[in-house]
């Protein structure tokens, strides 16, 4: 049975619905990364674990909107802590502070201690992005290092050797730097550094030659949610980037609350100068977060450094004083309370959110060892991937281009087709609301796939 014909049988609707789409926004979507070939599935349905699409075909959704809805789709907590801020404030947005403010604060503070001060952005990429300005106020520095494969945001300073053709990419100890879009200024290429993951000898090697331009090192502690840094590197990149006067970001947009409450810095105890969330932590609403050491972050502050609003600062205080931060919708106040019930749900059931995925994997694992296929699962928390390949482990980006990735979309093909979701080629998030009985029938789908594609 050939899956590529089995997937546009039963897809005609969504097939139908991307053509009209295409006739309002290129390629029918608003984000290029929901285009996937032949045409995307259509959804228009979710709850819990399960979404449905427009041609009734339901499945166990592991995609979870980019590992974002960590207690799944339409958590009844979430919906009632919206509704409550709503009934008791009256409005959802009042452009002024308000107390959800700093109740998440304080509740984000207690899982991440390095974030002695913080502040709230609307998606990863803004707060990334702040992040970047913070450093090169606080050092005078403005190149940044970042490291090959690693997204941190879809803009022109961090677009840059994420997805890079290998036969491009240069020497592994020195990769070079890429442009990923149309558009950008070749600037942007020169002014960011490219580092290889998992290899502190020669990215110490790259931060020493240029220590005195780069005020900044960005980082995904587990990059793509699935490949860990090695704890040593961790741990050496930590020391060389405080010794050369480099603000080290922890860009844990993924790892935030899927690791753990307390994100990679927890597991690894390494505590970064900045960190970044997003994602998990709107448990599906748009937020982003920058925090860290109270005289980086304090750059920002409106009356230039001061600590409580200062009138007779304030007076004193121009422009190029003060790090310019500023958005409509920063701290809203309605995914500020669902950020509040997803810590409520995570701190009951986070535990038992990576218990089911270790089970999941290992049931995947067993399954390639039962089937003689080198490869397995990839991952840490509650994200994975699965790959196929003979190396013993995947380091960095360079491991994972050189899988057999024309294999692993056949198997997500294939399992589309036994009613298992993620987009074809992407990552596994699980969430609270996958049940035990989910983790078992995506077990069993796997057996079948493996069985039909290697027997
Ligand atoms: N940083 C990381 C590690 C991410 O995975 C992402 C999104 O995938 C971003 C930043 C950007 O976040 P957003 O899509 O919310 O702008």
């Not at 039963?10 to 295409?22: D, L, R, Y």
Request: with cysteine.
């Amino acid at each position: 049975n050939n899956p590529m014909s089995e997937f546009l049988e039963k897809t005609p609707s969504s097939k139908e619905f991307m053509e009209e789409a295409a006739t309002v926004m290129p390629g029918g979507v608003t984000a290029n990364i929901k285009h996937f070939e032949p045409h995307p599935i259509v959804m228009k349905y979710a709850k819990g674990s399960s979404v449905t699409d427009v041609d009734d075909n339901k499945y166990i959704d592991y995609l979870m909107s980019y590992g974002s809805l960590v207690t799944g789709h339409g958590h009844e907590k979430i919906k009632r802590a919206i509704n409550e801020q709503v009934e008791q404030d009256g409005t959802w947005l009042f452009g002024t502070p308000h107390h959800l403010e700093v109740e998440m604060g304080k509740r984000l503070q207690t899982y991440f201690p390095s974030m002695e001060r913080l502040r709230y952005t609307n998606s990863g990429t803004e707060a990334t992005l702040l992040s970047l300005r913070l450093a090169a106020a606080h050092t005078g520095k403005h190149k940044v290092a970042k490291f090959e494969g690693h997204y941190h945001g879809g803009y022109d300073q961090m677009l840059i050797s994420v997805n890079p053709s290998v036969d491009e990419a240069g020497e592994a100890h020195a990769p070079n730097a890429l442009p990923e879009s149309k558009g950008m200024h070749n600037s942007h290429v020169q002014n960011t550094l490219i580092l290889p993951f998992n290899d502190l000898k020669a990215c110490e090697a790259l931060l020493r030659e240029q220590q005195d331009e780069i005020g900044a090192v960005m980082l995904e502690p587990v990059q793509g949610g699935i490949i860990p840094a090695d704890a040593t590197f961790m741990q050496g990149l930590r020391e060389v980037t405080k010794e050369l006067g480099i603000v080290l970001i922890f860009d844990e947009v993924k790892t935030g609350f899927r690791m753990g409450l307390g994100g990679a810095q927890t597991v690894y105890g390494v505590s970064p100068d900045l960190t970044t969330l997003g994602k998990a932590v709107g448990g599906g609403f748009p937020i982003g977060i920058v925090g860290g050491k109270k005289e980086i972050i304090m750059n920002s502050a409106p009356t230039a450094g001061a600590d409580v609003f200062d009138s007779s600062q304030s007076k004193n205080t121009s422009a190029k004083d003060v790090l310019f931060h500023s958005g409509t919708y920063n701290g809203h106040p309605m995914i500020l309370a669902a950020g509040m019930a997803v810590i409520d749900i995570l701190e009951q059931e986070i535990g038992n959110v990576i218990e089911k995925t270790q089970r999941l994997k290992t049931g995947i694992d067993d399954l390639f060892h039962h089937y003689k296929v080198q490869g397995g699962t990839v991952g840490i928390g509650s994200i994975f991937s699965v790959v196929l390949t003979n190396k013993e482990k995947i380091q960095n980006y360079r491991d994972l281009q050189q899988t057999d990735l024309a294999t692993r979309k056949e198997i997500d093909f294939r399992l589309l087709q036994k009613g298992i979701y993620t987009k074809p080629m992407s990552r596994y998030s699980v969430s609270t609301s996958h049940t035990e009985e989910d983790i078992d029938k995506t077990i069993m789908a796997f057996d079948q796939v493996l069985q039909e594609v290697f027997e």
